[in-house]
């Protein structure tokens, strides 16, 4: 019987699950799985896991005591939702799960640094060990110093909201563990700019995560590359190869569904014979690079300031939450 589109993925791809959908993690199995607060957010008000929701806002209370306003209690269950997730995610997967810094601090590295920390502590207390978490933080040039102190710490790091060749090459230079780069995000930037639709290989987040894999393969970076953000199953095609994928429950639908010979795109022994320019990404060539790139600049800002605004509805979901409990609880004293 023929293979469909995702099991030949998963010969030379990784796949991770792009979602805070605990459901959606069993049916599919995959290997990781990545979350961020929009996922978290959008998680926390499912029905299903209204019980994972009450159990950190209860914690928080006793935590904290009788004597602490419900939003001092809402501002530490919300510390602590993004864990009892992953803590929930690594009883399915058997890989690693993402766990994501407050995107207000994205440009703060110290806040960012001692929040990793915060996290990462967390899980230790659990018993789960660091292979099995990744911290999620923003690719400005605060966060990727952050992250190259937390990688020194044995602490290991996803550098998210990545548009630009320069973000890359800062990563793998500090030494993060894994980038994610947006290729949908990308492709939605270049539409919106040009008017133009874009298929296949043209699609412009497949042309920058393919100069991005073939960079690192090229100069022997350890640092590993997880394309995200997906629009379509044409844009995971086009990057068959890739160290790993994070990919929604909807497109891994898809894949399942799609049958048809694979082709893989992306090889590391092809990259190595390529003729690429090295660049060494130093402060200020960040900076020029980025003020040079409008879809990067436009992007990492919207992105940032998307996640902050999804922390936003989420404060107020948990204060709301935990109001309604204790409500309950008194009505029934």
Not at 130 to 147: C, N
Not at 164 to 180: D, N
Not at 292 to 316: C, H, Q, Y
Request: charged letters at 25%; a negative charge; glycine letters at 8%.
């Amino acid at each position: 019987m023929p293979q469909n589109l995702l099991e030949q993925l998963r010969a030379f791809t990784t796949v991770v699950a792009d979602t805070g959908d605990i459901d959606a993690m069993e049916q599919f199995r995959p290997t990781d799985a990545t979350t961020n607060p929009s996922l978290i957010t959008a998680a926390a008000q499912m029905l299903q896991y209204q019980p994972i929701v009450d159990g950190v806002l209860l914690e928080a209370r006793k935590a904290l005591g009788g004597g602490a306003t419900d939003q001092d209690v809402a501002n530490l269950a919300f510390k602590r939702l993004a864990v009892a997730f992953g803590k929930k995610i690594l009883e399915i997967v058997p890989g690693r799960v993402s766990t994501e810094v407050d995107a207000r601090l994205s440009y703060d590295t110290h806040a960012t640094i001692e929040q990793a920390r915060a996290i990462i502590a967390q899980y230790d207390a659990a018993g789960v060990g660091r292979d099995h978490v990744l911290i999620k933080i923003a690719s400005t040039w605060e966060g990727i110093r952050a992250a190259e102190v937390l990688e020194r710490e044995g602490i290991h790091c996803n550098l998210t909201l990545l548009f630009g060749k320069h973000q890359a090459i800062a990563c793998a230079e500090a030494g993060v563990t894994l980038i994610s780069p947006f290729v949908g995000r990308i492709l939605d930037w270049y539409k919106k700019d040009t008017g133009k639709d874009y298929q296949g290989a043209d699609d412009p987040g497949v042309q920058s995560v393919t100069k991005i894999y073939n960079y690192y393969k090229k100069f022997g970076y350890k640092t590993v590359v997880m394309g995200a953000s997906f629009r379509n199953i044409g844009e995971i095609k086009e990057l068959a190869g890739s160290d790993l994928l994070t990919i929604s429950p909807q497109l891994l639908g898809e894949l399942e569904a799609a049958e048809g010979t694979l082709e893989r795109k992306l090889d590391p022994e092809k990259a190595k014979t390529m003729e690429i320019e090295k660049i060494t990404v130093d402060k200020a060539t960040f900076d020029r690079m980025h003020a040079e790139d409008r879809m990067a600049t436009d992007k990492l800002k919207e992105g940032i300031e998307g996640f902050s605004s999804a922390l936003v509805k989420l404060e107020t979901l948990l204060a709301n939450r935990l109001a309604a409990l204790e409500s309950r609880t008194q009505a029934a004293v």
